[in-house]
């Protein structure tokens, strides 16, 4: 519902080149308390004035020398882009009052004026613009929410798994207990932690341990994003990734290096502005589970033993380095210069011959 001071404080303009029919409808809408009450006496001055301050009610003259009412609600067509003219016409004509209402009017008031009639027909139509406003201004504001949740939902999750679990109408309730899971056959799984990052920590404040951690998984962001690698998520200090997920990709394992080499740059570059950090990068290839579990905070996530064979990699590697498995080793020919490091002792798998990535060749293709 619309509040009485509401429509009494809203905007009406009067037009009519009788002088004396805009002072009878002055006095008729003051008297009944309306506060904001304009007129003009020139037709072609009512589009302009209009745009200026956005009427909530025109009482408009249908038969005016040089310019008629039908002619000034075109104009107002202009202005009013969603098809609702607040024009309430005013004829001594009664074949005028259909085609004024074809002609976008709201409603039509007979003249000589009635008193009640005038009153009534303004209220009715003040209280219907504002109404219409008022669920205009909350259907724009649903469809900028609607938008907002949208990017969220995008921004935590991959593109294609967002517009999946969009498209399910359970997601709306409680009653979402259905999974999202895919397999892939192969992928790469890039896990990148800060060295000495506990130790870090302890030697500065909350502020400048999150402003580090921001700065530096951004850039690992951008990286991700220019290499074509999904972002998986950060652990405290650690970051995850994957190439070849949720869109199948050929060359996943070139993307995962790249970036892995990237990523060393970008801590380097960081640390010129007088830190000095350091990370361990792990690789390892082979097929996963990926897809999203649970009730509520949805995650995109990974299971296979390529995750925690990655995981391994970086702990078990060197600072400063990338250390990879054969599978991944063996996906890697040019532009990519490979250090064979040979057996190591890992945790839940035993003895594994490793390798490092030095770098690139002559051969490589420059981040874009």
């Known amino acids: 519902m619309i509040a009485a001071a509401e429509i009494l404080s809203a905007r009406i303009l009067i037009v009519d080149d009788k002088k004396s029919n805009i002072q009878l409808l002055q006095r008729m809408l003051l008297s009944a308390g309306y506060i904001c009450v304009k007129a003009t006496m020139d037709p072609s001055e009512v589009k302009a004035l209009h745009r200026a301050h956005r009427y909530d009610l025109i009482l408009l003259d249908l038969q005016m020398p040089g310019m008629d009412g039908f002619a000034v609600m075109e104009d107002l ?27 976008g009017a709201r409603d039509f008031v007979s003249k000589p004026f009635d008193l009640t009639e005038v ?14 406003l008022k669920t205009k201004a909350l259907y724009e504001q649903v469809v900028v929410e609607q938008k907002m949740s949208e990017r969220l939902l995008r921004n935590v999750l991959p593109y294609s798994i967002a517009v999946r679990l969009k498209g399910r109408p359970e997601v709306a ?25 506990t ?12 402003g580090v951690l921001n700065d530096l998984f951004s850039r690992f962001d951008r990286i991700a994003d220019r ?55 792990g690789l390892d290839t082979g097929p996963v589970v990926a897809g999203v579990i649970g009730r509520s905070k949805f995650l995109y996530d990974l299971w296979g033993d390529a995750v925690n064979t990655a995981s391994r990699m970086e702990s078990n590697g060197v600072p400063g380095r990338v250390q990879m498995t054969e599978a991944t080793r063996g ?30 060749t002559a051969m490589a293709v420059p981040a874009l």
């Open 199 to 210: 130790k870090f920590s302890q030697s500065v404040g909350a502020e400048v341990l999150v």
């Open 119 to 132: 009153l009534l027909r303004v209220h009715n139509l003040l209280e219907v613009r504002l109404l219409h």
């Open 173 to 197: 309730g409680d009653g979402f207990t259905d999974i999202i899971a895919d397999g892939f056959p192969e992928v790469t799984v890039l896990f990148a932690d800060i060295v000495g990052f």
């Open 227 to 281: 290499r074509g690698l999904e972002k998986i998520k950060t652990i405290g200090d650690c970051y995850m990734a994957a190439a070849g997920l949720p869109i199948p990709a050929a060359d996943h394992a070139a993307r995962a290096a790249d970036a892995a080499l990237d990523m060393l740059d970008a801590v380097a570059a960081f640390n010129a502005g007088g830190r000095g950090l350091n990370i361990r990068i």
């Open 331 to 360: 996906r890697l020919t040019e532009p990519f210069s490979c250090e064979k490091r040979g057996l190591i002792d890992v945790k839940g798998k035993g003895p594994m011959t490793t390798w490092f990535l030095n770098g690139r």
């Open 77 to 103: 067509k202009e202005l009013e882009t969603d098809g609702y003219l607040p024009v309430l016409v005013l004829t001594a004509q009664p074949d005028h009052k259909l085609r004024a209402l074809n002609a």
